[in-house]
């Protein structure tokens, strides 16, 4: 646990000390606060953080591969891989301690948006049950988008390779549900029919930060969220330990 930990401090050390953070932080706010003044903070508005939650995934699908884009890439470029590799460090600890400083990261830039509650909070009584779903839902959006990130950083020496990845796969299940209406068709094989809307539906992002913004913790949103990053993290270790034996 300790070598985890040693990783994950590194990472986030080295991130706040490169200007890739502080980019990333100012265009998130930037696209948060521009949210927050067109759709809440207008007159007649209801005082509640669900719109500028919904609409975060926007702009997180685009930051954070940006984030991650460098954790194992830069590592494969510097050759300090090698050292990790030869290093009582395993895989799996490379890997949980990599991912637990991206979310580290993530929290920190999701928190900077406490700052519009505190604006709300002057002027009326937000619901806080609805803010607390809220924010639960943007840290498990957030599980989901790192693990992308980290897979795509994993795959490939090329930090812009892998953030342009991340950003078409999230992009993807982001905006989705945009186009899931257009969606006549279905799917038949044999007797079975399988409607393509709800499966894209419900692959979708927004199908499912949906509900924690109106206030409802569903199971099954918990475990789309938490499936997603536990698959993208396995096939991270998978590519870790494929690379480990080439």
């Known amino acids: 646990m300790n070598r985890v930990m040693v990783i994950a401090r590194r990472e986030i050390r080295s991130l706040f000390v490169s200007p890739i953070a502080y980019v990333v932080l100012f265009i998130f706010l930037l696209f948060m606060g521009g949210m927050f003044v067109w759709r809440i903070f207008s007159p007649g508005s209801f005082i509640e953080l669900r719109q500028m939650t919904d609409f975060s995934r926007f702009a997180l699908f685009f930051v954070v591969p940006l984030l991650t884009m460098s954790f194992f890439s830069a590592e494969y470029n510097s050759g300090r891989i090698e050292m990790l590799?030869?290093?009582?460090?395993?895989?799996?600890?490379?890997?949980?301690?990599?991912?637990?400083?991206?979310?580290?990261?993530?929290?920190?830039?999701?928190a900077s948006t406490l700052v519009y509650l505190l604006v709300l909070m002057m002027f009326g009584k937000p619901d806080f049950g609805q803010v607390i779903s809220?924010?639960?839902?943007?840290?498990?959006?957030g599980?989901?988008?790192?693990?992308?990130?980290?897979?795509?950083?994993?795959?490939?020496?090329?930090?812009i390779v892998a953030a342009m990845a991340g950003i078409i796969t999230l992009g993807v299940f982001t905006i989705a549900d945009l186009f899931a209406p257009m969606i006549k068709v279905?799917?038949?094989?044999?007797?079975?029919?399988?409607?393509?809307?709800?499966?894209?539906?419900?692959?979708?992002?927004?199908?499912?930060?949906?509900?924690?913004?109106?206030?409802?913790?569903?199971?099954?949103?918990?475990?789309?969220?938490?499936?997603?990053?536990?698959?993208?993290?396995?096939?991270?270790?998978?590519?870790?330990?494929?690379?480990?034996?080439?």
């Open 143 to 159: 599980c989901m988008f790192v693990s992308v990130g980290l897979f795509f950083s994993s795959v490939t020496s090329e930090q």
């Open 85 to 110: 590799r030869t290093s009582p460090i395993s895989e799996f600890e490379l890997l949980i301690g990599k991912f637990i400083g991206a979310m580290a990261i993530y929290l920190v830039l999701v």
């Open 134 to 141: 809220c924010y639960l839902g943007m840290g498990l959006m």
């Open 186 to 246: 279905s799917l038949t094989f044999g007797k079975l029919t399988i409607p393509l809307r709800s499966v894209v539906d419900y692959l979708t992002v927004g199908a499912h930060i949906g509900d924690f913004t109106r206030g409802s913790i569903q199971l099954t949103n918990v475990v789309y969220f938490l499936g997603f990053s536990l698959l993208f993290l396995f096939w991270t270790y998978i590519v870790l330990e494929s690379k480990r034996w080439r």
